[in-house]
């Protein structure tokens, strides 16, 4: 497919259904966006000490993230020099080398290679330097480490750009202590990796969809998930990125800190004082426990979605695998921690109220994209931002427009048409 036919597939308001159910399509998605930009691949606290490590994906490419004994960050593709097997099948955990099964090539956790049994099958100018695991440039960023297979790319804090503020609220979420992931559930749904990149900017659906999860809910915090209610906003950060503002009372955590405790936090306030933790310390944990007001969109596969991650995978055009990492405070109180358990599994979890219905909607967008492949997806939703609200010359509109949508899918039409 030329250039001029992918353009024409996305216009600034709409885009065409076969984005969702064209392998071709599909296959130079992940050639063109997940190879030449920054894929989020691991959080700092999955691989806290020296030679741990985690398994990960850069599109349909299989990465080990390592932090090796001098501390450094590597990603490194899991695949041996030799004959391709892979080195790592674990999920997680600690190795101070990687061994081939095969033929037991075996490499430093920072990718270079460390032997090769019986060597002199190989001539003398063999150098082992050259066979060590490919190495991709990695970066962080607050917590959150992406990798790229581009080398000559821009700096990761560049690509960010605006959204590393609004990273840096979403870690304020440690309530004095540093973010650590408490643990995360996969699962995959029959559908395109689009359909989920738009849900997590789209309010629209929350009172619709999540109509079980807000019955579920006392009514003070049925009031609190108001979202198209509390004036909130969706506002384009740039390079695809956006963040959809739906409680604006919780886009600082550490403010308002005198405001009443929750009811729902109540027991939690009183345990922590029991514990001996002053006042105002009680507060600032107990509102951090509670999460962000809003989900931040970081193209093309990673949100910072109001008090967990969410990762997409694609799969192939019509699979895409989920992983919902829950965070918590490191080194924390043992029953904040336990309380954002309990938060996430209510919502995100596999048996939670929110999760399983939305995974419904998405399914249910593949199967009617099926039908119609001349039709447009329309992204036209959205009146302008509450005044004052995004920052001046941001494209911005009210929390239920499609504005995070239109930015993600014009970041897509530059990639895909570079």
């Known amino acids: 497919m030329s250039n001029a036919d992918l353009a024409e597939m996305v216009r600034p308001d709409r885009?065409?259904?076969?984005?969702?159910?064209?392998?071709?399509?599909?296959?130079?998605?992940?050639?063109?966006?997940?190879?030449?930009?920054?894929?989020?691949?691991?959080?700092?606290?999955?691989?806290?000490?020296?030679?741990?490590?985690?398994?990960?994906?850069?599109?349909?490419?299989?990465?080990?993230?390592?932090?090796?004994?001098?501390?450094?960050?590597?990603?490194?593709?899991?695949?041996?020099?030799?004959?391709?097997?892979?080195?790592?099948?674990?999920?997680?955990?600690?190795?101070?080398?990687?061994?081939?099964?095969?033929?037991?090539?075996?490499?430093?956790?920072?990718?270079?290679?460390?032997?090769?049994?019986?060597?002199?099958?190989?001539?003398?100018?063999?150098?082992?330097?050259?066979?060590?695991?490919?190495?991709?440039?990695?970066?962080?960023?607050?917590?959150?480490?992406?990798?790229?297979?581009?080398?000559?790319?821009?700096?990761l804090v560049d690509y960010l750009g605006p959204a590393r503020k609004w990273i840096d609220l979403f870690m304020k979420q440690g309530g004095g202590y540093p973010v650590k992931a408490l643990g995360e559930h996969r699962f995959r749904f029959p559908g395109n990796w689009k359909i989920q990149l738009e849900n997590?900017?789209?309010?629209?659906?929350?009172?619709?969809?999540?109509?079980?999860?807000?019955?579920?809910?006392?009514?003070?915090?049925?009031?609190?998930?108001?979202?198209?209610?509390?004036?909130?906003?969706?506002?384009?950060?740039?390079?695809?990125?956006?963040?959809?503002?739906?409680?604006?009372?919780?886009?600082?955590?550490?403010?308002?800190?005198?405001?009443?405790?929750?009811?729902?936090?109540?027991?939690?306030?009183?345990?922590?004082?029991?514990?001996?933790?002053?006042?105002?310390?009680?507060?600032?944990?107990?509102?951090?426990?509670?999460?962000?007001?809003?989900?931040l969109n970081l193209f093309p596969n990673v949100a910072c979605s109001m008090a967990f991650f969410r990762v997409l995978r694609p799969i192939k055009v019509d699979e895409t695998e989920i992983t919902h990492v829950a965070i918590g405070m490191d080194g924390g109180p043992a029953a904040a921690n336990r309380m954002r358990l309990r938060l996430h599994e209510h919502f995100q979890g596999p048996m939670g109220f929110g999760t399983p219905d939305d995974a419904e909607g998405w399914e249910r967008v593949q199967r009617g994209a099926r039908s119609g492949q001349d039709l447009w997806i329309m992204l036209n939703r959205g009146v302008d931002a509450p005044e004052g609200c995004a920052e001046p010359g941001h494209n911005a509109g009210d929390v239920s427009a499609e504005t995070g949508m239109r930015a993600a899918y014009q970041m897509w039409k530059r990639m895909m048409t570079a």
């Open 200 to 295: 997590t900017t789209d309010a629209y659906h929350f009172p619709i969809v999540h109509k079980t999860f807000l019955d579920s809910l006392d009514a003070e915090s049925e009031n609190v998930f108001d979202v198209l209610g509390q004036g909130g906003w969706v506002e384009d950060l740039g390079n695809g990125h956006s963040v959809m503002v739906m409680i604006p009372d919780l886009i600082d955590l550490e403010e308002n800190l005198d405001a009443p405790i929750p009811q729902r936090f109540m027991d939690l306030a009183k345990e922590l004082a029991e514990e001996g933790y002053p006042d105002d310390q009680v507060r600032k944990i107990v509102r951090a426990v509670g999460g962000a007001g809003f989900n």
């Open 15 to 155: 885009a065409l259904t076969p984005l969702y159910t064209d392998a071709d399509i599909f296959t130079e998605e992940m050639e063109r966006i997940f190879k030449n930009t920054w894929v989020w691949v691991a959080h700092s606290s999955d691989i806290a000490s020296p030679n741990s490590f985690k398994t990960s994906h850069v599109g349909l490419e299989q990465v080990i993230v390592t932090r090796d004994k001098e501390g450094k960050i590597h990603t490194l593709l899991n695949r041996c020099r030799h004959r391709a097997a892979s080195v790592c099948e674990k999920r997680q955990g600690k190795a101070s080398v990687f061994v081939c099964p095969y033929h037991g090539w075996s490499y430093e956790p920072n990718g270079r290679l460390r032997k090769v049994p019986h060597k002199a099958g190989y001539p003398a100018e063999f150098d082992s330097v050259e066979y060590g695991l490919v190495s991709l440039r990695t970066e962080e960023y607050n917590g959150l480490i992406f990798a790229t297979f581009k080398q000559d790319i821009q700096p």
